[in-house]
């Protein structure tokens, strides 16, 4: 060939190959995404994690972070959404941590581990060999065999939401659980099911068990008497956006007539909320629209009106009261005299904020103990024990006044009168009473009962002092002037030191009402411990007990049982009664409630399940930087509020890594006030005994100095080193000396500048190494020496957050370190 005319060619060629590698390009670039993973591959939950996505990049798979913390869902979502909306995520007990990992596996699908290589879920039993997973544009994740056949989809496992294209088959025994709430994905109170009779229904379910309260929707596609074709066997959501029953017979039922819009334009999900609304929803595809997802219908119509059932709560959790939104979603809120059982729930149980039972109305005979507040067109139509007709609404009112078991009562109709009790179910706002009135009845603050059979009002005590007295009578008259002179001046100085006593010992000094907290009897407790017998922990006061407390459901709670017969057992009681009672802060844990009888003292605390920080930070397996550092903070905010945000001032006294427990998100939640010193905000400083634990006590202590809120500062700072270190502060068996005192320690590498030892040369810390430095700083302030250099903590949080600078500390240790010369 002429090399002239090969060039020529060559030359000529050129362009067009290259024209047909940028046509080729893009095809290529697609072929790499066609959603197919292979057998081996893995993700993992960190920062930057990647995910498995779908060919057209609407979709994906993976590890969703959850509110800027350390855990993480496994999940499928809307990819090209800004909130990046989950349709689907794996059903765990809770959010997995950091580091966990999934895994496609071969002979178990889809296998999903914890850090530490604990398995923690996996795909339903695989029949077959897995060869890919697939990531599909329909939001699909699919895994199949060599010969693509499908051996596991999520479309048929669903968790609380539907997509288009994806049927629900009657024989499958398919159930749609709701989330706990918006941001809680634990198993809800409400489901959705085809039923084996082909009837679509909505319960509520009573948590933790799967067992289903009557329907409060159904819609009634079962067989009719002549023809058993007209049953439902599948629930479809079409590609045309169309939700509807497929029966037997072919026909179709839809759920709704309301036309949707194009599938091409818009996004589509049906989802049951995590207040048992199903709902069906778009989104609009285009860039420049609104952005916000749309309800187009939802079934039941009212569901305040339609969660009537024998048993459960309702809509609502236990004495609350439903009303209906515009947007037909529920709004659930207390009733006058009642709290929220848990603060953070508003669509939870509530409690009466007072004590009411028979035996405590007897104690305070013949008083106006209880008064009414009036709500119009709200009912509780499940907690009726009582109807009387024909009645007046002034006989309905006093006859529940009367009645000591009578928490509400509803007038209507004319003449008719319900009387309910404790708990109150399915409350909610039914404007079709047509004006009918509930009178909900109320303690008054004034007349709250002594607490425990030792107090004067009790009628065991008066009828004892009457004896007493008949007694005396009969001494008086049947001795002599002189005799009877002398006894009644005895009598009258012991009446006096008596009565004084009783003046300066108040026996229970705790309001319920004023606490917002529940009373609870030593017998309730006994039994819903079983004689007391899991065992959390003890400590110098007491030994705690897990147990589970029937408020509206079953809540699991910790029992602080108080060692009797000791003077200061009394007042830590009364301490953490009134304090803790008072308090309202999501870096405290809550009181629930006490139990003051006789001499039996316990106070009921919130149960967290995830331990205390003590056990978290120096366990095994070292907590990330980033826990560390929202645990740090959630500390500090929770002591910035007992200093400077209650209405008299707290100091803790004890601050120490046992003494900060662990919500289900791993949020510091701080505990223990039984040694807690109160301050009024007027008063800067006290003396008292020495409080505390070795280690954290601050120097001020042992040095007979006024006593402030710093001692709460100097433990903080030396249990923020142990959170940076993961250490605890004093270790002389397995440290070197030099190393054993931890803030001494911390300050030498510090002035050294070599941070790297104190965190065990930790890369993802390092990496962080302007944090560290300014952690380490704050810890130092803390730990001074002389309180009036140590921050506030106020400042203190101010620090940590970013919000000013920290400056260079000084020595902490300026009057006891011994300085060296070279």
């Known amino acids: ?167 629900v088959e009657r024989s499958a025994g398919v159930v749609l659980y709701s989330r706990q709430s918006e941001t809680n994905f634990s198993k809800g109170r409400f489901l959705l099911k085809l039923q084996d009779d082909g009837d679509l229904v909505l319960n509520t379910i009573n948590l933790p068990t799967d067992n ?24 479809v959501f079409n590609n045309s956006g169309y939700i509807y029953i497929l029966r037997e017979n072919n026909q179709t039922f839809r759920l709704s007539q309301v036309k949707p819009d194009s599938t091409a334009d818009f996004y589509f999900r049906a989802t049951i909320n995590f207040d048992g609304v199903f709902t069906q929803y778009s989104y609009p595809k285009t860039s420049n629209a609104n952005g916000s997802w749309t309800s187009l219908w939802s079934i039941p119509e009212n569901i305040c009106r339609a969660t009537v059932s024998n048993s459960g709560s309702g ?83 006093q006859s529940c006044m009367e009645d000591c078991m009578c928490a509400v009562a509803i007038f209507r109709l004319g003449d008719s009168c319900w009387k309910k009790k404790l708990p109150l179910s399915n409350g909610r706002v039914d404007s079709s009473i047509n004006g009918g009135k509930a009178f909900i009845k109320i303690r008054n603050s004034s007349s709250i009962p002594p607490l425990g059979p030792h107090f004067p009002n009790n009628p065991e005590s008066r009828k004892k002092n009457q004896d007493n007295l008949i007694l005396v009578g009969s001494v008086l008259l049947g001795g002599s002037l002189f005799v009877n002179i002398i006894l009644i001046v005895a009598i009258c100085v012991s009446v006096f030191f008596i009565y004084h006593k009783k003046l300066r010992r108040p026996m229970s000094n705790v309001n319920s009402s004023e606490t917002n907290m529940r009373f609870f009897t030593y017998q309730e407790l006994v039994e819903a411990t079983g004689g007391f017998k899991e065992e959390l922990g003890k400590g110098a ?76 930070l120096f366990g095994d397996l070292k907590p990330s930087w980033k826990q560390r550092i929202n645990i740090a903070v959630g500390i500090a905010r929770g002591l910035l509020y007992l200093h400077d945000e209650c209405s008299t001032q707290i100091i803790h006294c004890d601050i120490k890594p046992q003494n900060i427990l662990l919500d289900n998100y791993y949020n510091a939640r701080i505990a223990d006030f039984g040694l807690a010193k109160l301050l009024m905000m007027d008063q800067s400083q006290t003396r008292t005994a020495i409080r505390g634990t070795k280690g954290y006590v601050a120097p001020e202590w042992f040095r007979n100095m006024p006593i402030t809120a710093k001692v709460d500062v100097y433990s903080f700072g030396v249990m923020l080193l142990e959170i940076i270190c993961c250490r605890r502060s004093v270790n002389v068996e397995t440290i070197e000396e030099e190393k054993a005192i931890l803030t001494d320690w911390a300050y030498d590498c510090y002035r050294e500048g070599v941070l790297d030892p104190l965190v065990e040369h930790d890369v993802e810390v390092l990496n962080d190494r302007e944090k560290l430095e300014k952690y380490v700083m704050v810890a130092i302030w803390c730990i001074q020496e002389d309180p009036s250099l140590r921050p506030t903590m ?19 240790c300026p009057f006891s370190r011994t300085v060296t010369m070279s």
């Open 315 to 397: 809509t609502c959790g236990y004495n609350s009261i439903c009303t209906l939104k515009s947007d037909r979603r529920p709004k659930c809120d207390c009733p006058m005299g009642y709290s929220l059982l848990d603060p953070n729930d508003q669509y939870g149980s509530c409690q009466p904020v007072f004590i009411q039972g028979c035996q405590e109305d007897k104690q305070d005979p013949g008083k106006n103990l209880y008064y009414f507040e009036v709500l119009i067109n709200t009912d509780w139509p499940n907690a009726d024990y009582a109807f009387l007709k024909p009645y007046t609404e002034n006989q309905c009112k």
């Open 1 to 167: 060939m002429n090399p002239i005319h090969s060039d020529s060619i060559m030359v000529f060629a050129l362009p067009h190959l290259l024209v047909l590698l940028l046509i080729l390009l893009p095809i290529s670039s697609i072929a790499q995404n066609n959603g197919s993973v292979t057998v081996g591959n893995s993700l993992t939950a960190t920062d930057n994690t990647t995910s498995w996505l779908s060919p057209s990049g609407e979709f994906a798979f993976g590890f969703r972070p959850l509110n800027q913390t350390d855990l993480f869902l496994l999940s499928i979502w809307f990819d090209k959404i800004p909130d990046k909306t989950v349709v689907w995520y794996a059903r765990v007990d809770n959010p997995v941590p950091r580091g966990s990992n999934v895994k496609l596996d071969a002979d178990n699908g889809l296998v999903l581990t914890g850090p530490q290589g604990d398995e923690l879920w996996t795909a339903n039993t695989i029949v077959g060999t897995v060869a890919y997973g697939v990531m599909s544009n329909t939001g699909n994740f699919v895994l199949q065999d060599s010969s693509f056949n499908n051996l596991w989809e999520s479309f048929k496992n669903p968790t609380d939401t539907l997509l288009p294209s994806q049927i």
């Open 541 to 616: 006061f007491g030994v705690v007990y897990k147990e589970a407390i029937e408020m509206g459901s079953s809540v699991p709670v910790a029992v602080k049982k108080l060692y009797s017969l000791v003077q200061d057992n009394e007042r830590e009681f009364k301490t953490e009664v009134n304090v803790i009672g008072q308090t309202n802060h999501k870096n405290l844990v809550r009181l629930v409630g006490f139990c003051d009888e006789g001499l039996q003292r316990l106070l009921v605390y919130e149960f967290l399940s995830n331990g205390s920080l003590a056990s978290f």
């Open 212 to 235: 289903a309260n009557d329907p409060y929707y159904n819609s009634e596609t079962v067989a009719s008497v002549n023809d058993s074709g007209t049953a439902g066997k599948q629930l």
């Open 794 to 812: 106020r400042r203190v949080t101010q620090m940590l957050e970013g919000v000013v600078e920290v400056l260079v500390p000084p020595c902490p």
